[in-house]
Nanobody, 126 residues
Framework: EVQLVESGGGLVQPGGSLRLSCAAS????????MGWFRRAPGKERECVAS????????YYGESVKGRFTMFRDNAKSTITLQMNSLKTEDTAVYYC???????????????????WGQGPQITVSS
């Protein structure tokens, strides 16, 4: 059974930092591209970052470039999203996700993913 379990959500002040982690199990983790998505209130789910199965290439949404960094640890079957210089507009539910094909590059569409984590809330507020 594929499982994606996130940790690290919470409340942070604007300008602060948070780190999200996602522990994967139930599939050959190193064979799959992974992604981080978020859904803000009243908005559609959007891709924040994704990383190829090789870990070499990455994608970042325009709104988070230069502030967020995604990396993967294949030995531990985890992905991490380091979020710096957080803004109030980063408030959302964040999801980790597994790509629907093996050996893929970083993908940014919801339809490219078929497994999702539970989605911890991140609130950026003073």
């Amino acid at each position: 059974e594929v499982q994606l379990v996130e940790s690290g959500g919470g409340l942070v002040q604007p300008g602060g930092s948070l780190r999200l982690s996602c522990a994967a199990s139930g599939f050959p983790f190193s064979n799959y591209a992974m992604g981080w998505f978020r859904r803000a209130p009243g908005k559609e789910r959007e891709c924040v970052a994704s990383i190829a199965w090789t870990g070499i290439t990455e994608y970042y949404g325009e709104s988070v470039k230069g502030r967020f960094t995604m990396f993967r640890d294949n030995a531990k079957s985890t992905i991490t999203l380091q979020m710096n210089s957080l803004k109030t507009e980063d408030t959302a539910v964040y999801y980790c996700a597994r790509n629907n094909r093996e050996c893929g590059g970083p993908k940014a569409k919801v339809g490219d993913y078929n497994y999702w984590g539970q989605g911890p809330q991140i609130t950026v507020s003073s």
